[in-house]
Protein backbone atom coordinates (compact mmCIF):
# COMPACT_ATOMS: atom_id res chain seq x y z
CA UNK A 1 0.00 0.00 0.00
CA UNK A 2 1.64 2.97 -1.67
CA UNK A 3 0.73 6.13 1.55
CA UNK A 4 0.36 9.44 -1.01
CA UNK A 5 3.22 11.89 -0.66
CA UNK A 6 1.59 14.84 0.79
CA UNK A 7 0.74 12.11 3.61
CA UNK A 8 4.05 10.89 3.54
CA UNK A 9 5.49 14.45 4.24
CA UNK A 10 3.26 15.33 7.19
CA UNK A 11 4.62 12.38 8.72
CA UNK A 12 8.25 13.06 8.43
CA UNK A 13 8.00 17.02 9.32
CA UNK A 14 6.82 15.73 12.73
CA UNK A 15 9.53 13.10 13.37
CA UNK A 16 12.10 15.49 15.24
CA UNK A 17 9.37 17.50 16.90
CA UNK A 18 7.35 13.96 18.11
CA UNK A 19 10.68 12.97 19.76
CA UNK A 20 11.50 15.86 21.34
CA UNK A 21 8.25 16.03 23.13
CA UNK A 22 8.15 12.22 23.90
CA UNK A 23 4.66 12.13 22.10
CA UNK A 24 2.83 12.24 19.10
CA UNK A 25 2.46 15.92 18.00
CA UNK A 26 -1.11 17.33 17.59
CA UNK A 27 -0.09 17.52 14.13
CA UNK A 28 0.22 13.79 13.67
CA UNK A 29 -2.76 13.27 16.05
CA UNK A 30 -4.58 15.22 14.12
CA UNK A 31 -3.20 13.57 10.91
CA UNK A 32 -4.61 10.04 12.78
CA UNK A 33 -7.81 10.89 13.43
CA UNK A 34 -8.46 12.59 10.22
CA UNK A 35 -7.74 9.23 8.31
CA UNK A 36 -9.33 7.20 11.20
CA UNK A 37 -6.01 4.95 11.45
CA UNK A 38 -6.54 4.44 15.40
CA UNK A 39 -10.28 2.95 14.21
CA UNK A 40 -8.48 0.64 11.75
CA UNK A 41 -9.81 -2.79 12.47
CA UNK A 42 -13.11 -1.14 14.09
CA UNK A 43 -16.55 -2.62 12.15
CA UNK A 44 -17.75 0.70 10.06
CA UNK A 45 -20.74 0.30 11.52
CA UNK A 46 -19.29 1.37 14.40
CA UNK A 47 -17.65 4.42 12.95
CA UNK A 48 -14.17 2.59 11.87
CA UNK A 49 -12.75 1.29 8.53
CA UNK A 50 -13.63 -2.12 9.29
CA UNK A 51 -10.04 -3.40 7.57
CA UNK A 52 -8.98 -7.04 6.81
CA UNK A 53 -6.07 -7.90 8.20
CA UNK A 54 -3.61 -8.22 4.86
CA UNK A 55 -4.93 -4.57 4.32
CA UNK A 56 -4.79 -3.32 7.49
CA UNK A 57 -1.27 -5.14 7.59
CA UNK A 58 0.23 -2.99 4.89
CA UNK A 59 -0.67 0.15 5.55
CA UNK A 60 0.61 -0.02 8.76
CA UNK A 61 4.05 -1.72 7.50
CA UNK A 62 3.95 1.49 5.19
CA UNK A 63 3.38 3.87 7.91
CA UNK A 64 6.29 2.29 10.14
CA UNK A 65 8.46 2.44 6.95
CA UNK A 66 7.89 6.30 7.18
CA UNK A 67 8.87 6.19 10.70
CA UNK A 68 8.67 3.19 13.15
CA UNK A 69 7.37 5.30 16.15
CA UNK A 70 4.95 6.53 14.37
CA UNK A 71 3.78 3.34 13.02
CA UNK A 72 4.05 1.85 15.94
CA UNK A 73 1.90 3.82 17.79
CA UNK A 74 -1.11 3.41 15.18
CA UNK A 75 -0.44 -0.35 15.80
CA UNK A 76 -0.75 -0.46 19.09
CA UNK A 77 -3.76 1.96 19.85
CA UNK A 78 -5.87 0.81 16.94
CA UNK A 79 -5.26 -3.17 17.97
CA UNK A 80 -6.89 -2.40 21.41
CA UNK A 81 -9.55 -0.25 19.53
CA UNK A 82 -10.37 -3.56 17.52
CA UNK A 83 -11.29 -4.91 20.96
CA UNK A 84 -14.86 -2.97 19.79
CA UNK A 85 -15.66 -6.56 18.35
CA UNK A 86 -15.79 -8.19 21.94
CA UNK A 87 -17.95 -5.23 22.96
CA UNK A 88 -22.07 -5.22 23.55
CA UNK A 89 -23.13 -3.65 20.03
CA UNK A 90 -24.65 -0.69 21.61
CA UNK A 91 -21.81 -0.01 23.70
CA UNK A 92 -19.46 -0.44 21.09
CA UNK A 93 -21.29 2.07 18.89
CA UNK A 94 -21.77 4.76 21.33
CA UNK A 95 -18.09 4.24 22.20
CA UNK A 96 -16.28 4.47 18.75
CA UNK A 97 -18.81 7.30 16.94
CA UNK A 98 -16.44 9.85 18.82
CA UNK A 99 -13.71 10.79 16.59
CA UNK A 100 -10.65 11.24 19.24
CA UNK A 101 -11.31 7.73 20.49
CA UNK A 102 -7.91 5.87 21.55
CA UNK A 103 -7.58 3.04 23.44
CA UNK A 104 -4.51 1.35 24.77
CA UNK A 105 -2.93 -0.50 27.73
CA UNK A 106 -1.13 -3.60 28.73
CA UNK A 107 -1.71 -6.92 28.09
CA UNK A 108 0.18 -8.23 31.11
CA UNK A 109 -2.34 -9.25 33.84
CA UNK A 110 -1.45 -8.01 37.02
CA UNK A 111 -3.41 -6.28 40.39
CA UNK A 112 -6.27 -7.68 41.59
CA UNK A 113 -10.51 -7.13 40.32
CA UNK A 114 -12.66 -8.54 43.28
CA UNK A 115 -15.86 -9.17 42.21
CA UNK A 116 -18.63 -6.91 43.65
CA UNK A 117 -22.61 -6.50 42.84
CA UNK A 118 -23.04 -5.38 38.82
CA UNK A 119 -18.94 -5.28 38.63
CA UNK A 120 -15.55 -5.32 39.93
CA UNK A 121 -13.43 -3.51 42.45
CA UNK A 122 -10.01 -2.89 40.57
CA UNK A 123 -6.61 -2.08 41.95
CA UNK A 124 -3.59 -2.63 40.64
CA UNK A 125 -0.34 -0.97 38.07
CA UNK A 126 0.06 -1.68 34.72
CA UNK A 127 3.37 -0.77 32.09
CA UNK A 128 3.73 0.21 28.46
CA UNK A 129 0.15 1.36 27.70
CA UNK A 130 1.46 2.50 23.75
CA UNK A 131 0.10 6.48 23.53
CA UNK A 132 -1.14 7.37 27.30
CA UNK A 133 -0.84 10.55 26.92
CA UNK A 134 -3.53 10.87 24.01
CA UNK A 135 -5.87 8.09 25.40
CA UNK A 136 -9.55 8.13 25.71
CA UNK A 137 -9.67 4.64 27.58
CA UNK A 138 -7.35 2.11 28.93
CA UNK A 139 -7.16 -1.38 28.67
CA UNK A 140 -5.88 -3.79 31.33
CA UNK A 141 -6.19 -7.71 32.58
CA UNK A 142 -6.59 -8.06 36.43
CA UNK A 143 -5.99 -11.50 38.28
CA UNK A 144 -10.08 -11.94 39.22
CA UNK A 145 -10.99 -12.34 43.05
CA UNK A 146 -14.07 -13.75 45.09
CA UNK A 147 -14.38 -13.10 48.59
CA UNK A 148 -11.04 -12.08 49.00
CA UNK A 149 -9.62 -14.97 47.01
CA UNK A 150 -8.36 -15.64 43.97
CA UNK A 151 -11.01 -17.23 41.20
CA UNK A 152 -9.63 -20.30 39.89
CA UNK A 153 -11.17 -22.18 36.33
CA UNK A 154 -11.95 -26.10 36.60
CA UNK A 155 -8.45 -26.91 36.72
CA UNK A 156 -7.57 -25.11 39.64
CA UNK A 157 -5.91 -22.29 38.25
CA UNK A 158 -6.05 -18.60 38.82
CA UNK A 159 -8.08 -16.68 36.09
CA UNK A 160 -7.76 -13.03 35.10
CA UNK A 161 -10.37 -10.82 33.24
CA UNK A 162 -9.97 -8.30 30.37
CA UNK A 163 -12.01 -4.69 31.52
CA UNK A 164 -11.70 -1.13 29.66
CA UNK A 165 -11.66 2.40 32.58
CA UNK A 166 -11.93 5.85 31.10
CA UNK A 167 -8.80 8.27 31.24
CA UNK A 168 -10.45 9.96 33.94
CA UNK A 169 -10.59 7.66 36.32
CA UNK A 170 -6.27 6.03 35.96
CA UNK A 171 -3.51 7.46 37.98
CA UNK A 172 -0.60 7.70 34.77
CA UNK A 173 3.11 7.46 35.61
CA UNK A 174 5.14 9.30 33.24
CA UNK A 175 8.14 7.11 33.39
CA UNK A 176 8.56 6.00 29.18
CA UNK A 177 12.13 7.48 29.22
CA UNK A 178 13.53 4.94 26.34
CA UNK A 179 16.45 5.82 23.58
CA UNK A 180 13.94 4.91 20.83
CA UNK A 181 10.13 4.85 19.83
CA UNK A 182 10.14 8.24 22.60
CA UNK A 183 7.11 9.46 20.52
CA UNK A 184 4.73 6.11 21.45
CA UNK A 185 5.04 7.12 25.22
CA UNK A 186 4.07 4.24 26.79
CA UNK A 187 3.98 5.30 30.16
CA UNK A 188 2.62 3.12 33.47
CA UNK A 189 -0.59 3.61 34.74
CA UNK A 190 -2.31 2.52 37.94
CA UNK A 191 -6.09 2.40 39.51
CA UNK A 192 -6.99 1.66 43.36
CA UNK A 193 -10.41 0.64 44.26
CA UNK A 194 -12.10 1.66 40.96
CA UNK A 195 -15.40 0.58 40.52
CA UNK A 196 -16.06 -1.16 37.25
CA UNK A 197 -19.12 -2.50 35.75
CA UNK A 198 -19.51 -5.84 34.66
CA UNK A 199 -19.88 -4.46 30.32
CA UNK A 200 -17.14 -3.06 30.68
CA UNK A 201 -15.63 -6.63 31.05
CA UNK A 202 -14.87 -8.30 28.32
CA UNK A 203 -13.20 -11.35 26.59
CA UNK A 204 -10.87 -11.35 23.75
CA UNK A 205 -11.72 -14.92 22.16
CA UNK A 206 -12.97 -15.95 18.90
CA UNK A 207 -16.32 -17.34 20.65
CA UNK A 208 -16.92 -14.54 22.65
CA UNK A 209 -17.05 -12.47 19.67
CA UNK A 210 -19.57 -9.88 19.39
CA UNK A 211 -19.62 -8.82 16.04
CA UNK A 212 -19.55 -10.95 12.79
CA UNK A 213 -16.33 -9.55 11.32
CA UNK A 214 -14.31 -12.16 9.25
CA UNK A 215 -11.28 -10.37 11.68
CA UNK A 216 -12.62 -11.38 15.46
CA UNK A 217 -12.64 -14.63 14.18
CA UNK A 218 -9.07 -14.52 14.04
CA UNK A 219 -7.28 -15.43 17.98
CA UNK A 220 -5.47 -12.75 19.53
CA UNK A 221 -1.90 -13.95 19.08
CA UNK A 222 -1.90 -14.81 15.73
CA UNK A 223 -3.46 -11.39 14.72
CA UNK A 224 -0.89 -9.55 17.09
CA UNK A 225 1.95 -11.47 15.80
CA UNK A 226 1.11 -10.36 12.16
CA UNK A 227 0.64 -6.66 13.38
CA UNK A 228 3.40 -5.95 15.10
CA UNK A 229 5.60 -7.99 12.44
CA UNK A 230 4.98 -6.06 9.94
CA UNK A 231 6.21 -2.77 11.60
CA UNK A 232 9.80 -4.52 11.98
CA UNK A 233 9.26 -5.52 8.60
CA UNK A 234 8.81 -1.66 7.89
CA UNK A 235 11.44 -0.24 10.10
CA UNK A 236 13.94 -2.90 8.45
CA UNK A 237 13.17 -1.75 4.94
CA UNK A 238 13.61 1.64 5.70
CA UNK A 239 16.89 1.56 7.20
CA UNK A 240 17.92 -0.68 4.06
CA UNK A 241 16.53 2.48 2.06
CA UNK A 242 18.93 4.58 4.51
CA UNK A 243 21.67 2.72 4.37
CA UNK A 244 21.89 2.35 0.97
CA UNK A 245 21.62 6.07 0.07
CA UNK A 246 24.30 6.82 2.42
CA UNK A 247 26.48 4.85 1.25
CA UNK A 248 26.00 5.60 -2.72
CA UNK A 249 26.67 9.26 -1.06
CA UNK A 250 30.41 7.76 0.32
CA UNK A 251 30.72 5.64 -2.93
CA UNK A 252 31.40 9.13 -4.52
CA UNK A 253 34.61 9.76 -2.50
CA UNK A 254 37.94 8.77 -4.79
CA UNK A 255 39.45 7.46 -1.89
CA UNK A 256 36.28 4.83 -1.05
CA UNK A 257 37.51 0.95 -1.01
CA UNK A 258 35.54 0.01 -3.91
CA UNK A 259 35.39 -4.03 -2.89
CA UNK A 260 34.83 -3.15 0.47
CA UNK A 261 31.81 -1.39 -0.61
CA UNK A 262 31.09 -4.05 -3.13
CA UNK A 263 30.81 -6.48 -0.03
CA UNK A 264 28.48 -4.13 2.25
CA UNK A 265 26.12 -3.59 -1.07
CA UNK A 266 26.12 -7.28 -1.74
CA UNK A 267 25.26 -7.73 2.20
CA UNK A 268 22.16 -4.99 2.10
CA UNK A 269 20.67 -7.06 -0.72
CA UNK A 270 21.15 -10.54 0.58
CA UNK A 271 18.82 -8.69 3.54
CA UNK A 272 16.26 -7.11 1.26
CA UNK A 273 15.65 -10.22 -0.56
CA UNK A 274 15.86 -12.26 2.61
CA UNK A 275 13.24 -9.92 4.31
CA UNK A 276 11.18 -10.00 1.42
CA UNK A 277 10.43 -13.55 0.54
CA UNK A 278 9.60 -13.88 4.52
CA UNK A 279 7.38 -10.98 3.73
CA UNK A 280 5.53 -12.34 1.41
CA UNK A 281 5.11 -15.71 2.70
CA UNK A 282 3.69 -13.68 5.57
CA UNK A 283 1.38 -11.61 3.50
CA UNK A 284 0.33 -15.17 2.27
CA UNK A 285 -0.63 -16.82 5.40
CA UNK A 286 -2.66 -13.35 6.39
CA UNK A 287 -4.48 -14.28 3.54
CA UNK A 288 -4.83 -17.94 4.14
CA UNK A 289 -6.26 -17.18 7.57
CA UNK A 290 -8.65 -14.56 6.07
CA UNK A 291 -10.00 -17.54 3.46
CA UNK A 292 -9.74 -20.66 5.21
CA UNK A 293 -13.14 -21.12 7.79
CA UNK A 294 -10.91 -22.07 10.97
CA UNK A 295 -7.81 -20.77 11.77
CA UNK A 296 -5.96 -24.23 12.53
CA UNK A 297 -2.94 -24.77 14.42
CA UNK A 298 -0.37 -25.56 11.92
CA UNK A 299 -1.15 -22.01 10.58
CA UNK A 300 -1.31 -20.14 14.05
CA UNK A 301 2.53 -21.53 14.35
CA UNK A 302 3.86 -20.83 11.27
CA UNK A 303 2.78 -17.35 11.75
CA UNK A 304 4.36 -17.16 14.71
CA UNK A 305 7.42 -18.60 13.26
CA UNK A 306 8.02 -16.42 10.47
CA UNK A 307 6.75 -13.26 12.65
CA UNK A 308 9.82 -14.11 14.65
CA UNK A 309 11.81 -14.66 11.60
CA UNK A 310 11.41 -11.18 10.39
CA UNK A 311 12.56 -9.96 13.57
CA UNK A 312 15.61 -12.06 13.99
CA UNK A 313 16.47 -11.61 10.32
CA UNK A 314 16.29 -7.32 11.07
CA UNK A 315 17.88 -7.60 13.83
CA UNK A 316 21.56 -9.66 12.83
CA UNK A 317 21.57 -7.48 9.67
CA UNK A 318 21.20 -4.07 11.41
CA UNK A 319 23.64 -5.04 13.81
CA UNK A 320 26.07 -6.21 10.68
CA UNK A 321 25.72 -3.36 8.54
CA UNK A 322 25.25 -0.34 10.75
CA UNK A 323 28.66 0.27 11.74
CA UNK A 324 28.89 1.25 7.70
CA UNK A 325 26.64 4.25 8.21
CA UNK A 326 29.72 5.76 9.81
CA UNK A 327 29.97 8.68 12.07
CA UNK A 328 26.81 10.79 10.15
CA UNK A 329 24.80 7.27 10.97
CA UNK A 330 25.87 8.09 14.76
CA UNK A 331 23.99 11.30 14.53
CA UNK A 332 21.05 11.59 17.01
CA UNK A 333 18.69 13.49 14.48
CA UNK A 334 19.91 11.54 11.57
CA UNK A 335 17.37 9.04 9.65
CA UNK A 336 19.35 6.35 9.65
CA UNK A 337 20.01 6.47 13.67
CA UNK A 338 16.28 7.18 14.20
CA UNK A 339 15.22 3.84 12.52
CA UNK A 340 18.00 2.10 14.12
CA UNK A 341 16.75 2.93 17.65
CA UNK A 342 13.13 2.28 16.82
CA UNK A 343 13.95 -0.79 15.85
CA UNK A 344 16.24 -1.79 18.81
CA UNK A 345 13.87 -0.64 20.99
CA UNK A 346 11.17 -2.92 19.37
CA UNK A 347 12.58 -6.03 20.16
CA UNK A 348 12.56 -5.39 23.45
CA UNK A 349 8.72 -6.62 22.95
CA UNK A 350 8.49 -10.15 24.56
CA UNK A 351 6.09 -11.12 21.92
CA UNK A 352 8.03 -11.75 18.78
CA UNK A 353 11.47 -12.54 21.03
CA UNK A 354 13.26 -16.10 20.76
Given at each position: ?12 D ?11 S?N ?8 H ?13 G ?11 E?A ?8 T ?9 F????D ?5 T ?6 V ?9 G ?17 AT??P ?11 YEN???A ?15 RD?V??H????T??L ?6 S ?8 PANR ?24 A ?10 F ?12 V????P ?9 I ?7 R????E ?14 N????AS?V ?9 C?A??K??I??L ?6 A?A ?17 Q ?6
Amino acid sequence: MELPKEIIDRIQDEIIPSIDKKTLSDNLLHLVYEQHWFNLWVPKEYGGLGYGLEEGCKLLEELAYVDGGFGWTVTLCSGANMFAGFLDPDLATTLFQKPNVCWGGSGKPSGKAERVEDGYLITGYWQYATGAPHLTHFTLNAWVYENGSPAVDEKGEPIYQSFFVDRDDVLVHYDWDTFGLACTASHSFSVQQLFVPANRAFTIAPAARTHASKLFEIPFMPFAACTLAVNYIGMFRRFLDLLERQLMVKAQDPGRDGPQLKRILRALDQARLAIEERSARLYALMALVWKNDAVDASLVDEIDTVSRDCVALGKAAIVELFPYGGIAAAQWDNALNIVFRHFFTATQHNLLQR
